[in-house]
């Protein structure tokens, strides 16, 4: 650990904090105009507006804004003027920016969800960037951004000797830089001895699990909470039954659903009788009707329709945010009467099974890991891929998209689980797989389809000691 303080190269002098109004603001007849909205600032003194209208155009610095300033209203026009500062500072409309020596912008600090950009002061002592803040490129600016933060500091190159060196306790970062990554929630303040994120709270995140976690819980830090089609004016939407595949496709019986309500156990004795069952029965394997019963009960398409949105909906049995469903279920058969071993397709829309793989290596690393996350000691009579059209999803959500697909597949499970277990089937949800072997087997590119969850099926053995309540999670 160390702590590197002041050099000359970094003083105060040379690293200005600047202001502008945000970009894009205009000022005409009494009204600044942004791109957050209209605000009329009737009667404003002569050096007021004039320090206004020169926000709109660039950069300043506080010498420079409170001379406008001073040159029109005098001295008594300063406090009138910081006090009309600090409303568009809350209302988010300036934008905070570095210049370094050359005059040039080091770093910005910009809104990207909703709230007021009020700098906050340069800690005093040593401060390290948090271990929380992510570096993102994208269309050409690189953006530091801390979890759960409505603001973002735009970099440019010359950011880029500071930023390094404040991956560790440091005193040699400019104050006007400080105050931007402060501002931003990107700075841990403190020191060695007094690191403010060493508790568990802090610890225990992963950097991208938070970003993720604040990114879908936090709206104001990431506008773009339920349907925004970001994604509408470039893409058409996905039909709510994915193509079939090619080769001959296994058809599968219809189950009689009103003799099944007749025959089965209630509600409540599936509820208390559902297990997680690791191991099968090899003399009486999972046989294709039920195999077949099971898809039609949980996962089927029973309709489809057209949203206000002009996106194809489905209807199946387990509910769906929005009526998108984007879950598919592959099938990937080691041993099941009637059905040859290999990877399928289950077509929800036909309730039939569209070969995909033939059994091979580019199969086997699945059975393996899935015997390996159940802790089994023979390959699993079926395992059930639950994959993802991401495009269904994220063609109409934005925020939401990711963890609406993982929610779904959490609905899948426990689906799939009581049904299961009211046909009298092993059942046992896995908690995770690789969706670089789905794609390896499926050939479906992992950007458009891609796995995200998986759970083992197979017939219920007479009365088999589980290995462990809970092996492999
Ligand atoms: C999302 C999820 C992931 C799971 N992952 C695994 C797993 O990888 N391996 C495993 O053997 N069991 C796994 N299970 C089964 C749990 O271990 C099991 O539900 C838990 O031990 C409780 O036992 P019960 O299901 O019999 O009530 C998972 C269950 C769920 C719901």
């Known amino acids: 650990m160390t702590i590197t303080t002041t050099d000359p190269g970094t003083t105060a002098a040379t690293y200005t904090g600047t202001t502008r109004l945000v970009r894009g603001a205009a000022f005409e007849d ?35 804004i409170s001379g406008l300033v001073v040159a029109g209203d005098g001295e008594a026009g300063l406090l009138r003027w910081q006090m009309l500062r600090g409303r568009l500072d809350a209302m988010g409309l300036l934008e905070h920016a570095v210049t370094g020596p050359d005059g040039a912008p080091l770093a910005r600090l910009v ?16 401060a390290r960037l948090s271990r929380h803040a992510l570096l993102l490129p994208a269309d050409g600016v690189l953006t530091l951004r801390a979890p759960g933060s409505p603001l973002a500091v735009e970099l440019s190159a010359g950011a880029a000797e500071f930023l390094t060196r404040l991956t560790d306790w440091t005193e040699r970062t400019p104050a006007p830089l400080l105050r931007l990554l402060a501002t931003a929630g990107a700075l841990n303040p403190g020191g060695p001895d007094a690191d403010p994120e060493t508790g568990r709270g802090a610890v225990q995140w992963d950097p991208v699990d938070l970003a993720f976690h604040a990114r879908t819980r936090t709206p104001a830090a990431a506008p773009g909470y339920g349907g925004t089609y970001p994604h509408a004016d470039r893409f058409p939407p996905e039909p709510a039954a994915a193509p079939a595949g090619g080769g001959p496709a296994v058809p599968l019986p219809v189950p009689d659903l009103d003799a099944i309500a007749a025959r089965e156990p209630s509600l409540t004795e599936v509820l208390e009788g559902r297990t997680s ?31 206000s949105d002009g996106q ?20 990937l058969v080691t041993n099941c009467a009637g059905l040859e071993p290999g990877l399928y397709r289950y077509a929800p829309d036909r309730h039939e099974l569209q070969p995909v793989a033939a059994p091979g290596p580019a199969t086997a690393p699945l059975v393996k890991e899935a015997r390996d996350a159940a802790m089994m000691t023979g390959d699993p009579q079926v395992v059930l891929l639950v994959a993802a059209r991401f495009g269904r999803v994220m063609w109409k959500y934005e925020t939401v998209a990711y963890p609406l697909i993982l929610k779904h597949v959490g609905v899948l499970y426990q689906t799939v689980y009581l049904v299961a ?53």
């Open 30 to 64: 009494g009204q600044l105009t942004t791109r957050f909205g209209t605000l009329r600032l009737k009667a404003l003194p002569a050096g007021a507006e004039a320090a206004l209208r020169a926000l709109t155009e660039g950069d300043l610095d506080e010498a420079a």
């Open 277 to 307: 069952t690791r191991a099968h029965d090899p003399e009486a394997p999972l046989t294709l009707a039920q195999l077949g019963e099971l898809l039609y009960r949980t996962v089927r398409i029973r309709s489809t329709f057209t949203g």
């Open 312 to 331: 194809e909906l489905a209807d199946r049995p387990m509910p769906s945010g929005g009526s998108v469903h984007e879950l598919e279920v592959y099938p």
């Open 421 to 473: 277990t009211a046909m009298g089937l092993a059942v046992c949800g896995l908690g995770g797989g690789d969706t670089t072997a789905f794609a390896a087997a499926t050939g479906r590119d992992p950007l458009l389809e891609g796995s995200v969850g998986e759970l083992v099926l197979g017939s219920r053995p007479p009365a088999q000691p589980e290995p462990s309540a809970v092996a492999g999670d």
């Open 111 to 126: 809104a990207v969800g909703r709230g007021g950009t009020t700098l906050r002061p340069a800690p005093r002592g040593p």
